[in-house]
Antibody, heavy 115, light 112 residues
Framework: QVQLVQSGAEVKKPGSSMKVSCKASGGSFKTYAIAWVRQAPGQGLEWMGGIIPVLGVVKYAQKFQDRVAVTADESTSTAFMELSSLRSEDSAVYYC????????WGQGTAVPVSS | DVVMTQSPLSLPVTLGQPASISCRSSQSLVHSDGNTYLIWFQQRPGQSPRRLIYQVSNRDSGVPDRFSGSGSGTDFTLKISGVEAEDVGVYYCMQGTHWPPTFGQGTKVEIK
């Protein structure tokens, strides 16, 4: 069964950048599209962007378009989400998921942003 | 963006009693391919979301048959025929018909 394993929690300072990884195992990464979804403490789910690695196609939610970058390394079956110019409101758990189906999710990466 | 509106936002339920969650979309979720991409998730405390239902009414493997999804167009419902203690958590609907995908606010199910 396919699994998505994310990188560990990290504490960030306002104005800095974060980069979370999402490694797929147990299946063919090339057939996946990967989405990134975040969840602020006590809040709901928010779609940020997605990538189809085999096509190199990326899409971003308008809210994040100017400071998010989603990439993928097919050789390691790993997707990455980088968010820059961090502010306290970006404190959240960041999830990757298999896009379209949303049947497989990573375990989440907590990123508190605090000075 | 399509707005997904869930109700109620909080749902206290007695064990063994039924529960129902409504999800309404600001636009029809019927895709040009004829399918309706409406998903229901369960999120238990401290866990990642888990898909329960896809394309309105298809239950995922391993999901108890007390969960069922129904609806069409802009109006959808998740029903739990008899709530069990393990069903405590937050339930979200999500549409994947229109880009970008959007989620409902979530409905917190708790035991009375």
């Amino acid at each position: 069964q396919v699994q998505l394993v994310q990188s560990g929690a990290e504490v960030k300072k306002p104005g800095s950048s974060m980069k979370v990884s999402c490694k797929a195992s147990g299946g063919s990464f090339k057939t996946y599209a990967i989405a990134w979804v975040r969840q602020a403490p006590g809040q709901g789910l928010e779609w940020m962007g997605g990538i189809i690695p085999v096509l190199g196609v990326v899409k971003y939610a308008q809210k994040f378009q100017d400071r998010v970058a989603v990439t993928a390394d097919e050789s390691t079956s790993t997707a990455f989400m980088e968010l820059s110019s961090l502010r306290s409101e970006d404190s959240a758990v960041y999830y990757c998921a298999r896009e379209d189906a949303y049947d497989i999710w990573g375990q989440g990466t907590a990123v508190p942003v605090s000075s | 963006d399509v707005v997904m509106t869930q109700s109620p936002l909080s749902l206290p339920v007695t064990l063994g009693q039924p529960a129902s969650i409504s999800c309404r979309s600001s636009q029809s979720l019927v895709h040009s391919d004829g399918n309706t991409y409406l998903i229901w998730f369960q999120q238990r405390p401290g866990q990642s979301p888990r898909r329960l239902i896809y394309q309105v009414s298809n239950r995922d493997s391993g999901v108890p048959d007390r969960f069922s999804g129904s609806g069409s167009g802009t109006d959808f419902t998740l029903k739990i025929s008899g709530v069990e203690a393990e069903d405590v958590g937050v339930y979200y609907c999500m549409q994947g018909t229109h880009w970008p995908p959007t989620f409902g606010q979530g409905t917190k199910v708790e035991i009375k």
